[in-house]
C-alpha cells in the first residue's frame, strides 16, 4: 500500500472494521436492492449501465461481491467471473444465492481480496473489473492505489466499471439525519464529512465510508492514467415520493417507460451528484 505507515495502519484499521460490519450484517445485505421500490430501481439502473459493456465469454473479476446480485448478472450474460470480497460471509451467502440460481457454472473461483491490493493478478487479466455498491469507498485513503491497480489488470480495452456512496446525493437523500449531524456533533463535524467526505470523522460511526462528488470521482480516474467512458446517479427521480414510484411499479408499461426516463436522468451531467451512488465506467488512457 501507499502512503505514510500510520495512515495505512489507520486504513487497515477501517478496513478491519467494515470487514467486520458485512460479516455481522450477514444475510441482512441481501435484500438490500430488492426490498423497497427506490431499491429496486437502484438495482435496475446498476444493471443496464453495466450491461453496457458486458459480451459474452468474457472474464470478469468482481470485487465487494457480496451476496451474488451482480455475480448472477455476469452469469447470465455469460461472464466467467473471478468473485471476491473481503468478508468470507459474504463470500460464503455469495456461493449460496449463485448456486441456488443456477448459475455456480460461471464462477471460476471464489477468493477473499481487499480492493486495496490487487497485485496477486497479472497485468491485463481481465475484460472487465467490477466493483459495485462501495467498495471504492471502503479504500480508506487508499483509493488512488486501490483504482490504479484495477487499471492496471483490465486488458487495454477493458473496462473498469464501479460505483462509489455519493456525497450531494447522500446530503439529499438522508437529509434529515445529516443535518441532524450538526445539531448532534456541531458545524466542525460536518464541515469536515462535507470537506473529506469521510465519515470517520462522525463519532461512534459504524457504518463508515468515504464519499465522492462527480468531480472528485473524474479526478480519481485521471490521476489514475484512467479516462473516463461514462458515468450515472443511482437514484434521481425515484428518491422523491415513495407511493408514487409504488404507483407506477404496479403498471408493467409504466415502470418500463419511468425506467427510460430515470436512467436517462440519472446519466446526464446535472444528476449524476444527484443520487445516493455514483456509478462510473473507465479504461485505462492510451
Ligand atoms: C454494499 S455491498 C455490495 C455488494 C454487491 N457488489 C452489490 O452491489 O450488490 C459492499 C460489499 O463490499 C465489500 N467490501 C467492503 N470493503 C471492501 C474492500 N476494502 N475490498 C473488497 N471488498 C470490500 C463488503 O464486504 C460488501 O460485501
Request: aromatic share 8%; charged share 25%.
Amino acid at each position: 500500500m501507499t502512503g505514510a505507515p500510520d495512515e495505512a495502519s489507520s486504513s487497515d484499521r477501517s478496513v478491519d472494521a467494515i470487514r467486520r460490519y458485512y460479516d455481522d450484517l450477514g444475510e441482512e445485505e441481501q435484500d438490500r436492492l430488492t426490498k423497497d421500490v427506490a431499491g429496486r430501481v437502484s438495482f435496475e439502473i446498476h444493471h443496464r449501465f453495466l450491461a453496457q459493456y458486458l459480451t459474452k465469454g468474457q472474464r470478469v473479476l468482481e470485487i465487494g461481491a457480496g451476496p451474488g446480485r451482480f455475480t448472477t448478472v455476469l452469469a447470465q450474460h455469460g461472464a466467467r467471473v473471478v468473485v471476491t470480497d473481503i468478508s468470507p460471509v459474504q463470500l460464503h451467502l455469495n456461493e449460496l444465492n449463485v448456486t441456488a440460481a443456477g448459475h455456480e457454472h460461471a464462477v471460476e473461483v471464489r477468493r477473499t481480496l481487499d480492493i486495496r491490493n490487487s497485485s496477486r493478478f497479472p497485468d491485463e487479466s481481465f475484460d472487465l473489473v467490477l466493483a459495485y455498491g462501495g467498495p471504492l469507498s471502503y479504500a480508506f485513503d487508499q483509493e488512488h492505489h486501490a483504482l490504479a491497480g484495477l487499471l492496471r489488470i483490465v486488458k487495454p480495452d477493458g473496462v473498469v466499471v464501479a460505483s462509489v456512496m455519493s456525497l450531494w446525493g447522500s446530503w439529499r437523500a438522508r437529509f434529515p439525519g445529516a443535518t441532524q449531524l450538526a445539531i448532534r456533533y456541531g458545524t466542525d463535524i460536518t464541515d469536515a464529512v462535507v470537506r473529506t467526505g469521510d465519515l470517520r470523522h462522525v463519532p461512534g460511526m459504524v457504518h463508515v465510508c468515504r464519499m465522492f462528488t462527480w468531480e472528485q470521482l473524474t479526478a480519481l480516474v485521471t490521476d489514475c492514467g484512467g479516462e473516463i467512458l461514462s458515468g450515472s446517479a443511482s437514484n434521481w427521480a425515484s428518491l422523491e415520493d415513495q407511493t408514487v414510484l409504488a404507483d407506477i411499479e404496479r403498471s408493467p408499461q409504466l415502470w418500463e417507460r419511468f425506467l427510460a426516463y430515470e436512467t436517462a436522468a440519472c446519466a446526464s451531467l446535472g444528476a449524476r451528484d444527484g443520487g445516493t451512488h455514483i456509478l462510473v465506467a473507465a479504461r485505462r488512457r492510451a
